[in-house]
């Protein structure tokens, strides 16, 4: 019991309050070396607006038996457990409340035990009480053992249960990726070793081959955003311009729209239709990438065609010049 408790007893007087309440937390027939219990007291009637002081139990605590930490508290309505809400429209209503407080006590040998007595100081409305619950008796046991027929026996294994899906998951999960990443990871060895014996062979691929699988990377619709055309349309005609460069000899990187044309209009390799067709690509790519013009769908689904067909039809004239080329010498 703390002194302010004792001085404010001396004081007011003590009224008994009946017996405080010791329960397990975890019910049985019979209190056990290292139980753990709840000793505390409960009041009735409480007014909204009271004030609670509780003793110190600390001093009570030793080796053989200890008081877990300090007060806890619950508040009770027809001696169950309160919510928020429900107090709060008690409270709202003035009706009274039971006030459940306990300490954690834990008893560490076997024996009987005598626990204190429970004073606690009630302010109602500026008037102090000090109410007295009386302390209560616990009884502590081990657990018997008959010598005559205890046997020691094995210490069991442990309990094996089986796997559920959902510890399988991320197992299962693991090992997709895992598998995942080795096909990957060959795919990419088999594509690097087929590039270093192509080096090693001195082979080049077509420059047709590498136009169109260079253009193959914008067959899809999201380039036609109005904030992705100036990427859509350089990437085609930039294609196109290191096409020309191989195909024709022309150095249509370093060169504008005008001077590219102007350079191929009398290819014989070159069709007016394909020649038309891929000047007007080249003038609306130029419209969108310097004069901020937002091309129409109808003209974002002409562009990609356009310059596979030019692509296309100059490689198969190409073709079949050397094929003839190839008869003649023969």
Not at 88 to 115: C, D, H, M, N, Q
Request: aromatic share 8%; hydrophobic share 40%.
């Amino acid at each position: 019991m703390n002194i302010l408790t004792l001085i404010l007893a001396a004081l007011l007087g003590v009224t008994p309050a009946g017996k405080a309440f010791l329960e397990p937390l975890h019910p049985r027939d019979s209190i056990l070396i290292a139980d753990q219990l709840r000793y505390g007291l409960q009041l009735d009637d409480v007014a909204p607006g009271t004030g609670l002081a509780l003793a110190d139990l600390s001093p009570f605590s030793n080796d053989t038996l200890t008081f877990l930490g300090g007060w806890q508290a619950d508040t009770l309505i027809d001696g169950k457990h309160a919510s928020r809400k429900a107090i709060a429209k008690a409270l709202k209503e003035g009706k009274p409340l039971s006030i459940k407080t306990w300490v954690t006590v834990a008893p560490f040998e076997e024996g009987r035990y005598i626990l204190p007595d429970l004073p606690v100081v009630k302010v109602t409305g500026g008037k102090a009480d000090t109410l007295l619950f009386e302390g209560l008796e616990m009884e502590v046991k081990t657990m018997p053992v008959d010598t005559n027929t205890f046997v020691i026996n094995d210490i069991k294994g442990q309990t094996e249960y089986p796997l559920t899906m959902a510890e399988l998951a991320p197992w299962i999960a693991g090992l997709a990726l895992l598998s995942a990443a080795l096909v990957l990871g060959t795919l990419l060895i088999i594509s690097l070793s087929r590039r270093r014996r192509e080096k090693e062979s001195g082979y080049v691929e077509p420059d047709y081959i590498i136009a169109l699988r260079a253009l193959d990377r914008y067959r899809s619709d999201k380039y036609w955003a109005p904030d992705k055309q100036k990427q859509f349309y350089s990437g085609i005609t930039d294609t196109l311009r290191a096409y020309m460069d191989s195909r024709f000899g022309v150095d249509a990187p370093e060169m504008t729209t005008a001077e590219i044309f102007d350079a191929l209009k009398n290819d014989p390799d070159l069709t007016p239709e394909l020649y038309t067709e891929a000047k007007e690509l080249f003038e609306l790519a130029d419209f969108v990438k310097f004069a901020k013009h937002t091309a129409s769908d109808e003209d974002n689904a002409k562009a990609l065609p356009a310059a596979v067909r030019f692509v296309t039809g100059t490689y198969r004239i190409d073709t079949v010049e050397d094929s003839g080329e190839e008869a003649a010498e023969k």
